[in-house]
Protein backbone atom coordinates (compact mmCIF):
# COMPACT_ATOMS: atom_id res chain seq x y z
CA UNK A 1 0.00 0.00 0.00
CA UNK A 2 1.39 3.54 -0.85
CA UNK A 3 2.52 5.12 2.67
CA UNK A 4 0.62 8.09 1.53
CA UNK A 5 -2.65 6.37 1.72
CA UNK A 6 -2.86 6.12 5.33
CA UNK A 7 -2.36 9.87 5.72
CA UNK A 8 -4.74 10.94 3.35
CA UNK A 9 -7.58 8.99 4.83
CA UNK A 10 -6.64 9.72 8.39
CA UNK A 11 -6.66 13.21 7.19
CA UNK A 12 -9.77 13.29 5.40
CA UNK A 13 -11.87 11.58 8.31
CA UNK A 14 -10.61 13.76 10.76
CA UNK A 15 -11.55 16.78 8.77
CA UNK A 16 -14.51 15.81 8.10
CA UNK A 17 -15.34 14.41 11.62
CA UNK A 18 -13.98 17.89 12.57
CA UNK A 19 -15.96 20.01 10.82
CA UNK A 20 -19.49 17.65 12.18
CA UNK A 21 -18.14 18.28 15.48
CA UNK A 22 -17.70 21.99 15.05
CA UNK A 23 -21.47 22.31 13.68
CA UNK A 24 -22.81 20.06 16.50
CA UNK A 25 -21.06 22.42 19.21
CA UNK A 26 -22.24 25.59 17.34
CA UNK A 27 -25.60 24.42 17.03
CA UNK A 28 -25.40 23.88 20.95
CA UNK A 29 -24.68 27.08 21.70
CA UNK A 30 -26.18 29.51 18.84
CA UNK A 31 -29.50 27.36 18.61
CA UNK A 32 -29.80 26.55 21.90
CA UNK A 33 -33.25 26.38 22.42
CA UNK A 34 -34.04 23.78 19.75
CA UNK A 35 -31.55 21.32 20.77
CA UNK A 36 -32.74 21.79 24.22
CA UNK A 37 -35.98 20.68 22.57
CA UNK A 38 -34.29 17.68 20.60
CA UNK A 39 -32.54 16.69 24.24
CA UNK A 40 -36.05 17.04 26.38
CA UNK A 41 -37.71 14.49 22.89
CA UNK A 42 -34.37 11.80 23.88
CA UNK A 43 -35.25 11.69 27.01
CA UNK A 44 -31.77 13.34 28.33
CA UNK A 45 -31.08 16.41 30.51
CA UNK A 46 -30.91 20.03 28.72
CA UNK A 47 -28.50 20.98 31.16
CA UNK A 48 -26.00 19.20 29.43
CA UNK A 49 -26.10 20.93 25.83
CA UNK A 50 -23.67 23.52 27.22
CA UNK A 51 -20.31 21.19 28.43
CA UNK A 52 -21.13 18.46 26.05
CA UNK A 53 -20.22 21.34 23.28
CA UNK A 54 -17.08 22.47 25.61
CA UNK A 55 -16.29 18.42 25.32
CA UNK A 56 -16.55 18.57 21.58
CA UNK A 57 -14.63 21.15 21.01
CA UNK A 58 -11.81 20.24 23.50
CA UNK A 59 -11.88 16.41 21.99
CA UNK A 60 -11.05 17.61 18.69
CA UNK A 61 -8.09 19.99 20.21
CA UNK A 62 -7.00 16.43 21.87
CA UNK A 63 -6.66 14.61 18.99
CA UNK A 64 -5.13 17.64 16.73
CA UNK A 65 -2.52 18.08 18.90
CA UNK A 66 -1.17 14.34 19.43
CA UNK A 67 0.20 16.01 22.23
CA UNK A 68 -0.89 13.44 24.75
CA UNK A 69 -1.62 9.45 23.73
CA UNK A 70 -3.93 8.91 26.62
CA UNK A 71 -5.95 12.15 26.53
CA UNK A 72 -6.43 11.46 22.59
CA UNK A 73 -7.79 8.03 23.45
CA UNK A 74 -10.08 9.40 26.10
CA UNK A 75 -11.49 11.63 23.30
CA UNK A 76 -12.11 8.95 20.87
CA UNK A 77 -13.47 7.20 23.51
CA UNK A 78 -16.10 9.98 24.62
CA UNK A 79 -16.83 10.56 21.36
CA UNK A 80 -17.52 6.89 20.35
CA UNK A 81 -20.25 6.86 23.37
CA UNK A 82 -21.90 9.98 22.11
CA UNK A 83 -22.17 8.61 18.94
CA UNK A 84 -23.43 5.18 20.34
CA UNK A 85 -26.14 7.01 22.47
CA UNK A 86 -27.49 9.37 20.07
CA UNK A 87 -27.41 6.50 17.57
CA UNK A 88 -29.57 4.70 20.17
CA UNK A 89 -31.73 7.49 21.30
CA UNK A 90 -32.35 8.71 17.63
CA UNK A 91 -33.72 5.37 16.63
CA UNK A 92 -35.67 4.26 20.14
CA UNK A 93 -37.60 7.07 19.28
CA UNK A 94 -37.96 6.63 15.43
CA UNK A 95 -37.13 9.93 14.90
CA UNK A 96 -35.08 9.05 11.48
CA UNK A 97 -32.05 11.47 12.71
CA UNK A 98 -29.98 8.78 13.15
CA UNK A 99 -28.24 8.52 10.14
CA UNK A 100 -25.35 11.72 11.40
CA UNK A 101 -24.63 9.43 14.55
CA UNK A 102 -23.70 6.50 12.26
CA UNK A 103 -21.45 8.55 9.70
CA UNK A 104 -19.67 10.22 12.23
CA UNK A 105 -18.84 6.58 13.98
CA UNK A 106 -17.81 5.36 10.35
CA UNK A 107 -15.69 8.42 10.49
CA UNK A 108 -14.56 8.07 14.07
CA UNK A 109 -13.18 4.57 13.33
CA UNK A 110 -11.50 5.49 9.98
CA UNK A 111 -9.91 8.49 12.08
CA UNK A 112 -8.81 5.84 15.28
CA UNK A 113 -7.53 3.20 12.42
CA UNK A 114 -5.76 5.30 10.14
CA UNK A 115 -4.51 7.32 12.93
CA UNK A 116 -2.81 3.96 14.68
CA UNK A 117 -1.57 3.69 11.49
CA UNK A 118 0.39 6.72 11.24
CA UNK A 119 1.45 6.87 14.44
CA UNK A 120 3.10 2.66 14.23
CA UNK A 121 4.58 3.26 10.69
CA UNK A 122 6.82 6.47 12.90
CA UNK A 123 8.08 4.15 15.23
CA UNK A 124 9.56 1.99 12.33
Not at 74 to 90: C, D, P, R
Given at each position: ??????????????????????????????????????????????????????????????????????????????F?????????????I???????????????????????????????
Amino acid sequence: MNPKIPRIVYLVATGLLSALMLMSAGMYVFNHQMVAETFTKLGFPTFVIYPLALAKVLGLVAIWTRKSATLREWAYAGFFFNFVLGFSAHTAIGDGESGGALLALMLLFASYYFGGKLKAGSKK
